[in-house]
């Protein structure tokens, strides 16, 4: 059964202090690898697909990148807008279109 | 502006009283799908759609029915909803490639209330 575990559950993070947000997966084949970011109540607003290892994507402060077997979210000098929950989901190469969704990691910057 | 779009926003009910939740993109896309979210459970798939009526449950799909009469329309359907559907529900819309869908958007959520 395809996994997605994201580590840390919540992280709390001073305004400018750089961190890293991991998400492991266990799928037969990856077929992509997708970030998100969701604010309380809202809709997952979509942020990266990754669909290799090596692969990198960059938007404004963040910053993902993809492995064989976990994918990790950097986030360079933070602010406080930032602060949301960050979901990441895996399309299994044969699924055709189940996207298996980790619990998300809540992240919360402080000013 | 690329979107999709859900009504009602919030919505409370009281048990039996039937209720459609209404979906609309307008990005072309073959595929749509409903999601509801609950605290430690996360996003669950209930139903998917590949293309004009064709439709397939997901893992959650109890009690709930869909239709897809038209490509940018896919409606949630509770035809006597019960208090365990009290959830926030979000409907999402992708292309669909050779391989199978790409990345999915959402919609901004309804969140439903059922006494």
């Known amino acids: 059964e395809d996994q997605v575990t994201q580590s840390p559950e919540a992280l709390r993070l001073q305004e400018g202090e750089s961190s890293s947000l991991n998400c492991s997966y266990t799928?037969?084949?990856?077929?992509?690898l997708f970030w998100y970011r969701q604010d309380p109540g809202k809709g997952p607003e979509f942020l990266f697909t990754?669909?290799?290892a090596g692969e990198e994507k960059e938007k404004e402060r963040l910053k993902a990148t993809l492995t064989k077997k976990e994918s990790f979210l950097h986030i360079t000098a933070p602010k406080p807008e930032d602060s949301a929950t960050y979901l990441c989901a895996v399309l299994e190469e044969t699924s055709g279109s189940r996207l298996t969704f980790g619990e998300g990691t809540q992240l919360t910057v402080n000013p | 502006e690329a979107q999709v779009t859900q009504n009602p926003r919030y919505l409370i009910t009281v048990t039996g009283k039937k209720l459609t939740v209404t979906c609309s993109q307008n990005?072309?896309?073959?595929?749509m799908s409903w999601y509801r979210q609950d605290p430690g459970l996360g996003l669950r798939q209930i139903y998917y759609s590949m293309n004009v009526e064709v439709t397939d449950k997901g893992d959650v799909p109890e009690g709930y029915k869909v239709s897809r009469k038209e490509k940018r329309n896919f409606p949630l359907i509770l035809e006597s909803p019960s208090p365990n559907q009290t959830s926030l529900y979000f409907c999402?819309?992708?292309?669909?490639?050779?391989?199978?869908?790409?990345?999915?958007?959402f919609g901004p959520g309804t969140r439903l209330t059922v006494l």
């Open positions: 999402a819309s992708s292309l669909l490639t050779a391989r199978g869908t790409d990345t999915q958007y």
């Open positions: 990005m072309n896309h073959e595929y």
């Open positions: 990754l669909y290799s």
């Open positions: 799928v037969s084949g990856l077929r992509g």
